[in-house]
T-cell receptor
Framework: DQQVKQNSPSLSVQEGRISILNCDYTNSMFDYFLWYKKYPAEGPTFLIS?????DKNEDGRFTVFLNKSAKHLSLHIVPSQPGDSAVYFC?????????????FGKGTLLTVNP | GAGVSQSPSNKVTEKGKDVELRCDPI?????LYWYRQSLGQGLEFLIYFQGNSAPDKSGLPSDRFSAERTGGSVSTLTIQRTQQEDSAVYLC????????????FGSGTRLTVV
């Protein structure tokens, strides 16, 4: 039973355009969400997070939106750059900062074409 | 150290052999996690250590898997009598308590069982 779902295995966008990566979850107890970015042969690196008490968090070119009623979040990258090409994982956990185990989606491979 | 260090980076083993994977977390991080990523899958939680508390082993897929953390620092994940389905990238991560920016991952050990 997948509690965090990333239904698009891959996404391709042109440099300079917006990339939108989507994530859905089923566990209503999740209250903190994170996005990780992973390059080949490297571990995932933390990108941006959002608490369930917010609906938007922005950090430079990256913005995460959370729609609790729909149990949906998305990551927007504007403008997209070739260096953004990587696998993006959505992750969630319960506990309001207990820093316990994360539940990850399967990832979306983003390719930004020059 | 500056980051989470894992060794070996690659391991090829014959079916039925035992393997040990090592993780050296960031100094001062009290929490340590093991995840694995099988081909085409998301990151699957295996085990979690927090300080001197009993580890959460709820993600270990079978009793062939075990892990220990000595002195609250280095951790070893052991897989006995390896099977081909154990082939995956095994990722270790560490964090300090209360850190809401997720974990810091190592680069992983790619295990191939032939």
């Amino acid at each position: 039973d997948q509690q965090v779902k990333q239904n698009s295995p891959s996404l391709s966008v042109q440099e300079g355009r917006i990339s939108i990566l989507n994530c859905d979850y089923t566990n209503s107890m999740f209250d903190y969400f994170l996005w990780y970015k992973k390059y080949p042969a490297e571990g995932p690196t933390f990108l941006i997070s959002i608490s369930s008490i917010k609906d938007k968090n922005e950090d430079g070119r990256f913005t995460v939106f959370l729609n609790k009623s729909a149990k949906h979040l998305s990551l927007h990258i504007v403008p997209s750059q070739p260096g953004d090409s990587a696998v993006y994982f959505c992750a969630a956990f319960e506990g309001g900062g207990s820093n316990y185990k994360l539940t990850f989606g399967k990832g979306t491979l983003l390719t930004v074409n020059p | 150290g500056a980051g989470v260090s894992q060794s070996p980076s690659n391991k090829v083993t014959e079916k039925g052999k035992d393997v040990e994977l090592r993780c050296d977390p960031i100094s001062g991080h009290t929490a340590l996690y093991w995840y694995r990523q099988s081909l085409g899958q998301g990151l699957e939680f295996l085990i979690y250590f927090q300080g001197n508390s009993a580890p959460d082993k709820s993600g270990l897929p079978s009793d062939r898997f075990s892990a220990e953390r000595t002195g609250g620092s280095v951790s070893t994940l052991t897989i006995q009598r390896t099977q081909q389905e154990d082939s995956a990238v095994y990722l270790c991560a560490s964090s300090s308590p209360g850190l809401l920016n997720g974990y810091t991952f190592g680069s992983g050990t790619r295990l191939t069982v032939v």
